[in-house]
Nanobody
Framework: QVQLVESGGGLVQPGGSLRLSCVPSGFTLDYYVIGWFRQVPGKEREGVSCITPNSNWTRYADSVKGRFTISRDLTKNTAYLQMDNIEPGDAADYYC????????????????????WGQGTPVTVAS
């Protein structure tokens, strides 16, 4: 059974940092596009970042460019979202998603383009 498990969320002060992790079970990340999404109650789930299978191409939402970094470590079969200089508007439940296997050279941030989803990890921003 394919599953994704996120971890690393928590309470952080504005300006602080968190690193979210996404570990799959049932497959390896090598040939999967990985996306990070976030959602606050009452709002649509929005794409934050994605990375292609070969890690050569990444995409970021304008709201997080320059502050968040997506990566993957194939030796640990784990994807990450490094969140720096966190702002109050970053507070949300963060979800890891995957689609594949694929050799696509680009990735997009449409939630309908992803087949597998984790249960989410909450990020709370408070001083």
């Amino acid at each position: 059974q394919v599953q994704l498990v996120e971890s690393g969320g928590g309470l952080v002060q504005p300006g602080g940092s968190l690193r979210l992790s996404c570990v799959p079970s049932g497959f390896t990340l090598d040939y999967y596009v990985i996306g990070w999404f976030r959602q606050v109650p009452g709002k649509e789930r929005e794409g934050v970042s994605c990375i292609t299978p070969n890690s050569n191409w990444t995409r970021y939402a304008d709201s997080v460019k320059g502050r968040f970094t997506i990566s993957r470590d194939l030796t640990k079969n784990t994807a990450y979202l490094q969140m720096d200089n966190i702002e109050p508007g970053d507070a949300a439940d963060y979800y890891c998603a995957a689609v594949g296997p694929t050799y696509q050279a680009l990735c997009i941030l449409g939630k309908s383009d992803y087949d597998y989803w984790g249960q989410g990890t909450p990020v709370t921003v408070a001083s």
